[in-house]
């Protein structure tokens, strides 16, 4: 059987240069940073700016060099009331959509917490359709969530 060659940081160059010309309805992308870190992983954060209102988001990408995956996620802020009343109703509207959760205290911001939203697209894979696709599942679930929040 043929081993498969491990993504080296020219597929992480090329990768981060696909995000950047995908061509999507709805949304532009900006590169905000591009670190390649002495290991060899790769750290972007994109602004993405929504073309049907004014909002922009970021879009973090973390991929581990050596590694078939890249990791793309979005930030949730919460108070830290409403996450230690909903956590479970959270972490349950999350799951349904294969999306994982990591939370740490917000920065400067006494009593919030902020949520990381993580997702994984495979690198030998990687397309515009699979990009898309991790990214619109990444916004659903973030939305989702927000609007079950904003319902209680």
């Not at 002495?38 to 750290?43: Q, R, S, V």
Request: proline share 3%.
């Amino acid at each position: 059987m043929k081993k498969k060659r491990r993504p080296d940081k020219s597929d992480l160059e090329a990768i981060r240069d696909q995000i950047l010309d995908f061509a999507c309805a709805k949304h532009d992308f900006k590169l905000e940073t591009d670190d390649f870190l002495p290991e060899g992983d790769w750290n972007g954060v994109f602004i993405v700016k929504f073309r049907d209102n004014s909002e922009e988001d970021r879009l973090y990408c973390e991929a581990p060099l050596g590694e078939h995956f890249l990791r793309f996620g979005l930030d949730l802020t919460f108070d830290e009331n409403i996450w230690v009343r909903e956590y479970e109703n959270i972490i349950r509207e999350v799951s349904g959509y294969d999306v994982a959760i990591y939370l740490s205290p917000a920065k400067g911001e006494e009593r919030k917490r902020r949520c990381r939203l993580y997702s994984r697209a495979w690198v030998p894979n990687f397309s515009q359709r699979i990009f898309g696709l991790t990214l619109s599942n990444l916004m659903d679930c973030k939305d989702a969530v927000l609007s079950m929040l904003s319902k209680k």
